[in-house]
């Protein structure tokens, strides 16, 4: 009956009633979002990362975590003794850049043949592959990103490069240059960021990662499986800092549309309040039928957040992309109950003066 | 016959900042059990201040009021909850509605508040809906309906959990003579039926023909008769 009384109130009202659904709504898409594109991109780099094939990665030992793959301290020579190690079928130097026109893309340097034994090689989706210098890969998801044909010319790194190939996506980068022509455009010939070490027996990574450790004592050994586990928002400096912020933001939205929405619903039904009084109806009566409406607002707003994201991760997939989103129940569960917790917070007030109306003066409300 | 409401030098003072307005100044009172009472006098002379009272809506300033047995001025504001909950019906002149539920919504609402869910409490509602002739005006909402059938819809509301007192705070006041008097007749018929005390204040002479006893109230006095 209470319900029937929810709902009624709800619907004699739909502008406001649709306002703070759109209000939680766009709170649960904020956080949904927001988190389902962090945790994407970590997810999609790892994968990425894992897509090259290694089983171990040697790298400086002062390149930090993550994000850290970048500046040339390993020289390439070192690659040829790690070959020699018994258990390592083969290992591919590595030069890495960030490029920062049109959004955040790391660029590999590579040896294709070395690349090639680690990886297994590129599939190749039109052209062909690295030849010259002034020759890169792209990967099929940044080509149709940017719209890009083999052929073409492409602008990197302020130097203009012709696009030899393009390749299915999944192996480290989104774009591969020869590893001289990369070491030339930094200044730094002869060396790499990072060794991709592929061992004959995956099995016996640990044996090898050991036998590695003596040969290499002052750089940073990792083993591919543990790095990505690794590779999570908490790990990356700042990110979880910048999840909360985003996170305090959406609640701070919904809080405030459902405390406004349901105080101003209780001074225009103050008479109403007045009369379920009369009716002997309790405070606690009176703050479960303010609290239930909250409650009932908010879980159609968490339906319609749940439903509005996942549709605009298809349209953010069709726009950008490169943009992983990656929505999870874990997160959409946790997102709900976030929803649900700044709602019960934004109405305990205005439920609590509801039930604290003086019922005559309410009754004798205009 | 028992009594079932007394009240004894009662005395009701508002507040308004720092001003002070006495409505009720030692109000003496006695109903019997299944009394139809009438309360009349002029605007202002606390009458439903009284009802108010009796019925748990505001405490008493000081003074008994004695409610089947049970003393208001003892009581906490959840008791009196209880109580009005359990033992008082209001019916007020403007109806009092609730506007976004339907004429059936306003009623099985009092018995849900009551904590009636059952199915005796369904019987019930039928009964007395057929009662009130209000069968065919179930699913219509308050403006729907005509002052005289909002007015029954409050009554069926008021007394579907037979509460032992019915307290009606100038019901025929916003009706016509012919809805006035239907629901006169159909507050004597409850009277009649159920033994329930009533309470009702009107300003007008005729109405309170229908009555057992009148009441005079003058300046928040009962006037001896
Ligand atoms: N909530 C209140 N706050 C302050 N004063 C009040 C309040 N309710 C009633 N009064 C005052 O108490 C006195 C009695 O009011 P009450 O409403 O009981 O009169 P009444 O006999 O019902 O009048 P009427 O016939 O006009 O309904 C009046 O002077 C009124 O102004
Ligand atoms: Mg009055």
Redesign the pocket.
């Known amino acids: 009956m209470v319900n029937r009384l929810i709902v009624a109130n709800l619907v004699a009202r739909p502008m406001r009633t649709m306002l703070s659904v759109t209000a939680v709504a766009v709170e649960m898409v904020l956080i949904i979002l927001v988190v389902g594109l962090t945790h994407g991109i970590l997810q999609e780099t790892a994968r990425r990362t894992a897509g090259v094939g290694a089983q171990i990665m040697v790298l400086p030992q002062t390149t930090s975590f993550v994000m850290g793959m970048s500046g040339t301290p390993l020289p390439t020579q070192l690659a040829d003794r790690i070959a020699e190690v018994s258990g390592v079928q083969a290992v591919a130097p590595v030069a890495t850049q960030v490029s920062s026109n049109g959004g955040v893309t790391m660029i590999y340097g590579i040896d294709p043949k070395r690349f090639d034994a680690v990886s297994g090689g590129f599939r190749f989706l039109q052209g062909r592959g690295l030849q010259a210098p002034d020759e890169v890969l792209v990967d099929d998801i940044h080509a149709r990103a940017h719209k890009l044909r083999a052929g073409q010319t492409v602008e990197l790194l302020n130097h203009t490069f012709r696009l030899a190939g393009i390749v299915e996506h999944g192996k480290g980068a989104r774009i591969f240059m020869k590893i001289d022509a990369l070491q030339d455009l930094l200044g730094a010939p002869g060396k790499a960021s990072v060794f991709f070490v592929k061992v004959v027996n995956p099995q016996q990574t640990a044996q090898v990662l050991e036998e590695l450790r003596r040969l290499l004592p002052n750089y940073q050994l990792r083993d591919m499986a543990e790095y990505l586990s690794l590779m999570t928002a908490s790990n990356v400096p700042g990110l979880n800092n910048f999840i909360t912020v985003m996170i305090a933001l959406a609640v701070s939205i919904g809080l405030l549309v459902i405390f406004i929405t349901m105080y101003s619903t209780i001074v225009e039904r103050t008479r109403e309040i007045g009369i379920l009084k009369s009716m002997g109806a309790s405070n606690r009566y009176i703050v479960s039928v303010v609290l239930r409406e909250t409650a009932l607002l908010t879980a159609v707003g968490i339906g319609a957040g749940i439903g509005l994201s996942f549709l605009l991760r298809r349209l953010t997939g069709v726009v950008f992309p490169t943009l992983p989103i990656l929505i999870t129940p874990g997160w959409m569960l946790r997102a709900g109950l976030i929803a649900l917790a700044a709602s019960f917070i934004g109405s305990v007030y205005p439920a609590f003066r509801a039930s604290k109306l003086?019922a005559?003066?309410a009754i004798?409300y205009e | 016959m028992t009594e079932i409401i007394r009240i004894e030098r009662l005395h009701?003072i508002?507040?308004?900042g720092k001003v002070e307005?006495?409505?009720?100044r030692g109000v003496n009172l006695r109903v019997e059990d299944g009394e139809f009472v009438s309360l009349v006098?002029?605007?202002?002379?606390?009458?439903?201040?009284?009802?108010?009272v009796i019925g748990g809506l505001?405490a008493p300033t000081s003074g008994r009021v004695i409610v089947d047995g049970m003393d208001l001025g003892q009581m906490s504001d959840g008791l009196r909850t209880q109580l009005r909950k359990k033992k008082i019906g209001f019916v007020f002149q403007r109806f009092n509605l609730l506007p976004t539920l339907t004429a059936w919504g306003n009623i099985a609402l009092a018995c849900h508040i009551a904590g009636n869910r059952n199915g005796n409490s369904r019987a019930e509602m039928q009964a007395v809906i057929k009662m009130l002739g209000l069968e065919a005006r179930m699913g219509h909402r308050p403006y729907e309906l005509s002052g005289g059938e909002q007015q029954r819809v409050a009554i069926a509301r008021a007394v579907v959990n037979r509460p032992k007192i019915i307290l009606a705070?100038?019901p025929t006041g916003n009706l016509d003579t012919e809805n006035s008097e239907l629901v006169l007749n159909m507050l004597c018929e409850l009277n009649h039926k159920f033994g329930q005390t009533i309470l009702l204040?009107t300003?007008n002479p005729e109405v309170s023909t229908f009555t057992d006893r009148i009441v005079n109230?003058r300046d928040?006095h009962i006037l001896e008769s």
Do not use: W, Y
């Open positions: 003086d005559i003066e004798a | 009701k508002f507040r308004i307005v006495p409505a009720l006098g002029p605007s202002g002379c606390g009458k439903s201040t009284l009802l108010h505001t705070d100038e204040i300003h109230m928040g």
